[in-house]
């Protein structure tokens, strides 16, 4: 069946740092992929989407393209902040049964 | 916008209790969803209404898991006689569903279950 994998955290990063999590996916037809993010103490919130192949998702200086070769969505920032501190879940799906990975952890110091 | 509401946000209660939950979702949303999140997992999909109609059950996790929306506003989770693995948290989503297979969900903060 479908699936996600995204990478392990925690991921802990200095200020300013470049931010790549990795996330894979396994599916049969062509799914849009999100990024939802989990902010400490709140509910999860969509971050970006992209809902064909070669897409660009963006938001709040995040981005991901949706690679079919490598079947992948990597989020990527140039410069992450403390208030980016966050989980953020890769998820696969549609008309809103989506499928999402374990989440990653991200920690960013000052 | 007052965003979803779920209540309670914490429920304690011994195996082999029943326990309800709701969700209140946005009001012009046509669509709700209950996900369960394990610690160190992401949300797992259980089921789905458009309107007051529950499009899918088969992901409930057994028979002792049902959900209803009878008025395709708020909607209920029941679990029956409840398990130590049942403890987790359940998410409640809403979207306004138009066709579109990107729709974007709504998430509420929660009920976190602890079964002893």
């Known amino acids: 069946g479908d699936s996600v994998t995204q990478m392990e955290g925690p991921v802990t990063l200095s200020e300013e740092a470049f931010l790549t999590i990795n996330c894979t996916y396994t599916?049969?037809?062509?799914?849009?992929l999100f990024w939802y993010v989990q902010y400490p103490g709140e509910g999860l919130q969509l971050l970006l989407k992209?809902?064909?192949?070669?897409d660009k998702g963006s938001n709040k200086g995040f981005e991901a393209t949706y690679r079919k070769e490598t079947t992948s969505f990597h989020l990527e920032k140039g410069s992450v902040q403390v208030s980016d501190s966050a989980v953020y879940f890769c998820?696969?799906?549609?008309?809103?049964?989506?499928?999402f990975g374990k989440g990653t952890k991200l920690s960013v110091k000052p | 916008d007052t965003g979803v509401s779920q209540n309670p946000r914490h429920k304690i209660t011994k195996r082999g209790q029943n326990v309800t939950f709701r969700c209140d979702p946005i009001?012009?949303?046509?669509?709700l969803y209950w996900y369960r999140q394990t610690l160190g997992q992401g949300p797992e999909f259980l089921t789905y209404f458009q309107n007051e109609a529950q499009l899918e059950k088969s992901r409930l996790l057994s028979d002792r898991f049902s959900a209803e929306r009878p008025k395709g506003s708020f909607s209920t989770l029941e679990i029956q006689r409840t398990e130590q693995g049942d403890s987790a948290m359940y998410l409640c989503?809403?979207?306004?569903?138009?066709?579109?297979?990107?729709?974007?969900?709504?998430f509420g903060s929660g009920t976190q279950l602890s079964v002893l």
């Open positions: 989503a809403s979207s306004t569903h138009s066709g579109a297979t990107n729709e974007k969900l709504f």
């Open positions: 992209a809902t064909k192949a070669d």
């Open positions: 009001s012009e949303h046509n669509r």
């Open positions: 599916a049969t037809g062509y799914p849009s």
């Open positions: 998820a696969l799906g549609s008309q809103g049964n989506l499928i």
